[in-house]
C-alpha cells in the first residue's frame, strides 16, 4: 500500500482537519526530498568515477556507463558531479541531514541554483561581497535557478572592467561606420543627380574601399 492509501486507509477515526494536516506535513517533507534527492545521486556517481567503478561493470569509459546503463547525458552527468562536488569542498553543510530539516521547503535550494551558485565562485568579476549575496539568495532564500542567474548576469555587467584601448577602438569603428554610410548615400546621390564631377565620385569609391577595408581588418 502506497504511503497516502496509509494516510487514508489507516486513519478512518481521525478527523477531516487532523488528516489534511497529516497530508500537508508528508507534501511538505516530500518536497524537500524531490529538491535534495539528486545529492545521492551526485555522491554515488561520484564514486563510481573516481574508482573507475564502470571498468567492472564492463564499461570502457564513463560516459558510456551513465548514458547506456542509467539513460543520462554526458554533460549533464558532469554537471551534477561538478555541482556535488562543489557542496563537498565548499559547501558542506549542505549535505548535513540538519541544513534541510531547519529549513522550510520553499528555502531548500535546487540543484539547478547551485549550480549557477557553482559557476559564479569562478567568476573573477564577482567580488566578495558579490558572491555571498547570491550564496544567501541560494542557501537561505531558496530562489530559482533563472532568478539567480539573472541577478549574477547583471553583477558581472556592473563588475566588468572596461580596457580604455578596447574602448577606443569600438569608438573608432562605430565612428568609421557611419562615415561609410555617410559617404554612400553622398556617392549615390552625387551619381543620380550628377552634381559633381565624375572624378570626386571616383575618389569618394576609393575612399570607402580604404574604410570598408579598414573595418574588416
Same mark, same amino acid.
Given at each position: 500500500?502506497?504511503?497516502?492509501?496509509?494516510?487514508?486507509?489507516?486513519?478512518?477515526?481521525?478527523?477531516?482537519?487532523?488528516?489534511?494536516?497529516?497530508?500537508?506535513?508528508?507534501?511538505?517533507?516530500?518536497?524537500?526530498?524531490?529538491?535534495?534527492?539528486?545529492?545521492?545521486?551526485?555522491?554515488?556517481?561520484?564514486?563510481?568515477?573516481?574508482?573507475?567503478?564502470?571498468?567492472?561493470?564492463?564499461?570502457?569509459?564513463?560516459?558510456?556507463?551513465?548514458?547506456?546503463?542509467?539513460?543520462?547525458? %554526458?554533460?549533464?552527468? @558532469? /554537471?551534477?558531479? &561538478?555541482?556535488?562536488?562543489?557542496?563537498?569542498? =565548499?559547501?558542506? *553543510?549542505?549535505? $548535513?541531514?540538519?541544513?534541510?530539516?531547519?529549513?522550510?521547503?520553499?528555502?531548500?535550494?535546487?540543484?539547478?541554483?547551485?549550480?549557477?551558485?557553482?559557476?559564479?565562485?569562478?567568476?573573477?568579476?564577482?567580488? %566578495?561581497?558579490?558572491? @555571498? /549575496?547570491?550564496? &544567501?539568495?541560494?542557501?537561505?532564500?531558496?530562489? =530559482?535557478?533563472? *532568478?539567480?542567474? $539573472?541577478?549574477?548576469?547583471?553583477?558581472?555587467?556592473?563588475?566588468?572592467?572596461?580596457?580604455?584601448?578596447?574602448?577606443?577602438?569600438?569608438?573608432?569603428?562605430?565612428?568609421?561606420?557611419?562615415?561609410?554610410?555617410?559617404?554612400?548615400?553622398? /556617392?549615390?546621390?552625387?551619381?543620380?543627380?550628377?552634381?559633381?564631377?565624375?572624378?570626386?565620385?571616383?575618389?569618394?569609391?576609393?575612399?570607402?574601399?580604404?574604410?570598408?577595408?579598414?573595418?574588416?581588418?
Amino acid at each position: 500500500m502506497s504511503t497516502l492509501g496509509s494516510i487514508s486507509g489507516h486513519n478512518l477515526g481521525a478527523k477531516p482537519d487532523a488528516m489534511n494536516d497529516i497530508l500537508r506535513e508528508k507534501v511538505l517533507e516530500y518536497a524537500k526530498d524531490f529538491k535534495t534527492s539528486w545529492v545521492n545521486l551526485g555522491q554515488a556517481l561520484y564514486s563510481v568515477y573516481r574508482d573507475k567503478l564502470y571498468y567492472s561493470w564492463g564499461f570502457e569509459k564513463f560516459e558510456y556507463y551513465v548514458e547506456g546503463e542509467l539513460g543520462i547525458k %554526458k554533460q549533464q552527468c @558532469l /554537471k551534477l558531479l &561538478k555541482t556535488y562536488l562543489f557542496l563537498e569542498q =565548499d559547501e558542506p *553543510a549542505y549535505l $548535513k541531514k540538519e541544513f534541510t530539516e531547519s529549513r522550510d521547503p520553499i528555502n531548500v535550494p535546487g540543484y539547478e541554483s547551485i549550480n549557477v551558485l557553482r559557476m559564479a565562485k569562478g567568476k573573477k568579476e564577482l567580488f %566578495k561581497d558579490d558572491y @555571498l /549575496k547570491i550564496k &544567501k539568495d541560494v542557501f537561505e532564500k531558496g530562489k =530559482d535557478a533563472a *532568478a539567480v542567474r $539573472k541577478d549574477l548576469t547583471a553583477i558581472m555587467k556592473e563588475r566588468k572592467v572596461i580596457d580604455p584601448d578596447e574602448e577606443r577602438a569600438q569608438r573608432n569603428e562605430a565612428s568609421i561606420k557611419k562615415a561609410i554610410n555617410a559617404l554612400n548615400v553622398f /556617392k549615390r546621390d552625387m551619381e543620380t543627380l550628377q552634381l559633381v564631377p565624375e572624378a570626386i565620385v571616383e575618389e569618394a569609391s576609393k575612399l570607402l574601399d580604404v574604410l570598408e577595408m579598414e573595418v574588416q581588418h
